[in-house]
């Protein structure tokens, strides 16, 4: 049995999986080239240490208490270091408030593992982070097989593999890396029930939403995916009425997973919020980020201005959620035209995302959104400086390339006569839901990552399967 796991596609995929995946951490840790944690990375572990010290989930809002928040982490950050009250010591509280923009599932691993191993978390997070890829891609591989065959299985399992921002992605101890696992395995429960007409459904569907709403506390941008997934489900069981119930069963039980989170928040502003109070901002932040007739900027720093100059304290607060959600609704209602002007705009960047993987180039000594000047937007950008663009930024290139291989290979296989359309359209729905929801508010590459496995098996089908029409394998039975 032990000789057969060894020689089966499970062991390869495996396998390669871990062994990219342990490079790029390696390369992570030599600091060569390589792009360090984000600033964002280093507030949830901030957050993270601050529940340890018994102060709750917290963030800063005055210099002196981002001071303290900061010596913290370099206190915790040290190697070796214990938790002791001198570790964790904030000497005052003034200057902190709850958090509320984000969901608190980074910060409560991060005390977890301060918890549980008592010892600063962050390789310990990078490591969890591989595991749950090697779990991630088992799935992907077991979703290709049942719903295709061995071989797009095999293929699907060695890009998923071989995809350097989804190698990055796990190591970077964010967040969007993280939750990529729980999007995944909320697909697999849901393709699981689909196999099942009795009991067994009801464990699934279940089992479906409790994952994608674990996933809720890391991003929210996901949980409302069921609502959308219905017309996936339906188009490929060809039962309404299952599929609706189905998928608000699923709905239902991610809003109950994320129940704590929103009570938390409705003793706090009064509003029950599962997500965050950063929606009303984003939505602002994607009008600004094209040249647009409101005069949006496309920065954080373009939203504190804007909340301060209306006597909001910040522009992540409950209050200017509301207030920027209104003028969102405001501005896309008195401007539709700039607003699907917007809209269109985005669509290059879906089918030519550009995924990062860490690369640091030496040769960037400007951050592209140094270089868009007051009214120029990105594309006049890239117009003005085009040997610059491509010398500093052909790691991203290389990657809208891939990802318009991808977006090919779905377009072929929809458009040429194939029996398997219904169930490529359910399996790309998490995709198809991810770029919808971002197209219409704001994108980025980090937003789509996450749904990327999804375009990974489409590109693996069409490899397989062939561009030729007569020339299309078939489905396994299940």
Same mark, same amino acid.
């Given at each position: ?27 992570? @840790? ?19 240490? +601050? ?21 913290? /982490?370099?206190?915790?950050?040290? $190697? ?42 962050? %390789? ?39 995809? #350097? #921002?989804?190698?990055?992605?796990? &190591?970077?101890?964010? #967040? ?24 067994? *459904? ?22 409302? *995916? ?20 189905? *998928? ?12 704590? @989170? ?15 109070? *950063?929606?009303?901002?984003?939505? %602002? ?8 007739? @409101? ?43 700039? !607003?699907?002007?917007?809209? %269109? ?9 550009? !995924?990062?993987? +860490?690369?640091?180039?030496? @040769? ?20 003005? !400086?085009?040997? /610059? ?6 790691? !991203? ?6 990802? &318009? ?11 040429? $006569? ?34 990327? /496995? ?6 693996? /089908? ?6 030729? $029409? ?9």
């Amino acid at each position: 049995m032990y000789r057969r796991f060894l020689q089966h596609p499970y062991f390869t995929i495996i396998s390669l999986t871990l062994l990219v995946r342990i490079v790029f951490l390696f390369w992570f @840790w030599s600091g060569y080239y390589v792009r360090p944690a984000t600033t964002l990375s280093q507030i949830y572990f901030m957050q993270g240490y +601050g529940i340890v010290a018994g102060y709750g989930y917290i963030r800063p809002i005055s210099d002196p208490a981002k001071a303290q928040f900061n010596a913290m /982490y370099h206190r915790v950050s040290q $190697k070796d270091t214990r938790r002791s009250p001198e570790t964790f010591e904030i000497k005052s509280n003034n200057g902190f408030v709850p958090e509320i923009s984000h969901p608190p599932g980074m910060p409560i691993l991060v005390a977890s593992i301060l918890y549980i191993f008592d010892t600063e978390p962050h %390789i310990i997070i990078q490591l969890l982070g591989i595991f749950f890829d090697l779990i991630a891609v088992a799935m992907v591989y077991w979703i290709s097989r049942a719903s295709f065959n061995e071989k797009v299985a095999f293929i699907t399992g060695l890009l998923y593999a071989i995809f #350097p #921002p989804l190698a990055r992605s796990s &190591i970077s101890m964010d #967040p969007d890396g993280l939750i990529t696992v729980f999007i995944i395995a909320s697909f697999f429960c849901l393709l699981k029930s689909i196999y099942y007409n009795n009991w067994f *459904m009801s464990i699934w569907l279940p089992l479906s939403g409790i994952a994608l709403g674990l996933g809720g506390y890391l991003r929210p941008d996901f949980i409302f *995916m069921p609502i959308f997934i219905v017309f996936g489900f339906w188009a490929y069981t060809r039962r309404f009425l299952r599929s609706l119930c189905a *998928m608000a069963l699923v709905q239902i039980i991610v809003l109950l997973t994320l129940f704590p @989170w929103a009570y938390r928040n409705y003793t706090l502003t009064g509003r029950w919020i599962f997500s965050s109070t *950063m929606v009303g901002a984003v939505l %602002i932040t994607g009008l600004g980020e094209f040249a647009n007739p @409101w005069g949006f900027g496309q920065l954080d720093e373009d939203r504190e201005q804007q909340a301060a100059a209306q006597g909001l304290s910040s522009a992540w607060t409950s209050e200017a959620d509301l207030y920027f959600r209104n003028i969102f609704f405001k501005s896309i209602t008195n401007k539709p035209d700039a !607003y699907l002007a917007s809209i %269109i705009k985005r669509l290059p960047f879906i089918i030519a995302t550009p !995924y990062e993987f +860490g690369f640091s180039n030496p @040769w960037k000594v400007k951050k592209f959104y140094e270089l868009r000047q007051e009214g120029i937007d990105l594309y006049q950008t890239m117009l003005s !400086y085009p040997l /610059y663009i491509a010398s500093v930024y052909f790691d !991203y290139i290389l990657m809208s390339l891939f990802n &318009i291989i991808c977006f090919f290979s779905l377009m072929v296989i929809f458009l040429k $006569k194939s029996n398997n359309k219904r169930l490529i359209f359910f399996i790309m729905c998490p995709h198809f839901y991810n770029i919808i929801s971002h197209i219409l508010t704001h994108t980025e590459a980090r937003f789509l990552l996450p749904t990327m /496995y999804c375009l990974i098996i489409a590109l693996a /089908y069409a490899l397989v399967n062939g561009f030729h $029409k007569n020339n299309e394998l078939t489905v396994d039975s299940h």
